[in-house]
């Protein structure tokens, strides 16, 4: 049995491009004892992925050169030498850029119990992006009925959902999206009170007159630009969950921006980072309270899905240049 | 009666130098209905005074040009038109600096309880400083037996305290002073396990070499560059206690430094602003904790008195020249 794979073959100091993957194709291995085999059914593309495969400091090593692209994938178990899981099982897990993954018990990271919903949104609303967005916007932006919630990439899958979750809970939802189709589905497909294109001028007084009171709560998938023109902005007491830091390109030539100490001095304010996979334990409870949202329609998403694994050179620079519009997959 | 005052007479971008303040001398005004008239002791001098002053955001209007200078003093009550004080009574509050105060009673801050200690700790380890670090290092830097606690300012009004109470909550403690006698403070007077000379070359490594598990609390009390070169090196989870920016002359024409964001995300850690006029609710619990150290000996103290109110308009400038050692006063 043939398995066409997605290696990472050099490291880029920015976002990976096409040249930085390599097509192979070699023989499945069949599992030892305690390992599966399982058959990637869809592939994630994710932004994070470019933290992954840099080489400076990040939450986890960075993906060897010549080896498979690190992902989050959604599969079925076609044969198993591992007690917890039997053919026919759906999971999610640590499985690469391949079409087959014969790996340990610990790739896994759930079964998929929602088996009345599509198995793509298990990698999206259901996985690591609604599970990212209910989460760190419960533990760090903590939001109040009232407060006023501003969300960058608004309309991404983690932004998506933070928008539509902070309403669920009586918040004020503002969105900041590139582009005109962006920022409508903001307001149109998600719910959000307002929305604002950071391409148009005058990106700090839009942020003023649809947030009046401030900025209660920020969730910042960007960094850069966007968020210097928040900070100003933030109410008294306000909480910036630090999820992401897409618009910068490189971090081995460290950038500078406007100090953030006295704006958190002056209005109390703070940040934190968060990253999903600390949460390790929170993530069954969080899936079944997205699913239950998801079937009553009270939480919408929107996918881009890719046709083919060799679709994946290319598919992590594509986001970076913005083309999706929604959780950008594979399928297989 | 006769009374001095200074006044502050214009309004600097930097720091308020001796020129923009006047002394002026007027009769005392006695106290109407709900009033009462203190004679000052002490008058405090405090780096926050930069920001009361500057005309740029911060967490309350700037001092009007014209009018005494804003401060907290302490003061012996000499007559009283308020049911809740008498004279004799001897109180803190916003007394500014002069050396008669007729105020109404809401610019007391509390009666001074601990008449057995000198009534001068009331503006310092048993006032806005102790009560600062106890409680911003309680409730934001959270610190853990066994965690490192970085402290800038460390021989300081406020980063003296902090570092004795991380201390005796089972803390490494580690000191950033600026001169061989502060240095030589932290360690000889505070406890501190170690201390670093930010004017000595090789900052980062000094840091590095004294905290070789990461920082997990960082009490920072300057912004800049010196916080610039703990942030890469916070531990997982880290706590940064935003209190002061003191490295910054001026915001008017807003500084860049390195961004944090990237930081915060890694290492999932969180900076947070704390000012102490938030938590009057919790003062009184705080102020008798730290006298209960000040009177067994495991919390000191170090005092930088100036002697009559002729000392007042040069006595902040002179704190940012950090001329002084311990807390500035003026005594009366």
Redesign the interface.
């Known amino acids: 049995m043939r398995n066409r794979q997605v290696l990472l073959v050099s490291r880029p100091t920015g976002v990976a491009q096409k040249e930085d993957f390599a097509a192979v194709e070699g023989e499945v291995r069949l599992p030892d004892e305690g390992e599966i085999l399982v058959r990637n059914r869809y592939l994630s593309v994710e932004p994070a992925m470019r933290g992954w495969i840099a080489d400076v400091?990040?939450?986890s090593a960075p993906v060897a050169i010549g080896s498979v692209m690190r992902s989050l994938a959604a599969g079925e178990v076609i044969e198993s030498r591992h007690p917890d899981y039997a053919p026919g099982d759906l999971l999610t897990g640590w499985f690469g850029w391949q079409e087959f993954a014969t790996v340990a018990g610990d790739a896994v990271v759930r079964k998929v119990e929602e088996t009345d919903l599509p198995l793509s949104l298990s990698l999206g609303v259901l996985g690591i992006n609604g599970t990212t967005a209910l989460l760190a916007l419960n533990r760090i932006g903590q939001p109040r009925p009232g407060d006023t919630v501003l969300v960058s990439t608004a309309a991404g899958a983690v932004g998506s959902a933070v928008g539509q979750i902070a309403r669920l809970l009586g918040c004020r939802t503002v969105g900041i999206a590139g582009g005109p189709a962006k920022v409508a589905a903001c307001t149109e497909r998600f719910g959000y009170d307002a929305a604002i294109d950071y391409r148009a001028p005058g990106l700090a007084e839009a942020i003023e007159r649809y947030c009046p009171d401030g900025v209660h709560v920020y969730f910042?998938n960007v960094?850069g630009a966007i968020?210097d023109a928040v900070y100003?902005l933030l109410a008294q007491g306000a909480r910036v969950v630090?999820?992401?830091?897409a618009s910068?390109p490189d971090?081995s030539d460290?950038?500078?921006?406007?100090?953030?100490?006295?704006?958190?001095?002056?209005?109390?304010?703070?940040?934190?980072?968060?990253?999903i996979f600390?949460h390790a334990a929170e993530v069954p409870a969080a899936t079944s309270q997205l699913a239950a949202w998801v079937r009553s329609g009270a939480l919408r998403y929107e996918e881009d899905v890719l046709e083919g694994i060799a679709a994946a050179p290319d598919a992590l620079a594509g986001l970076y240049r913005g083309e999706n519009h929604g959780k950008r997959l594979i399928r297989l």
Request: proline fraction near 8%; glycine fraction near 12%.
């Open positions: 400091g990040n939450y910042d960094s968020s100003p630090v999820c992401g830091t910068i971090w460290w950038p500078v921006g406007p100090r953030v100490e006295r704006h958190l001095l002056v209005k109390r304010a703070r940040m934190e980072g968060f990253v600390d």
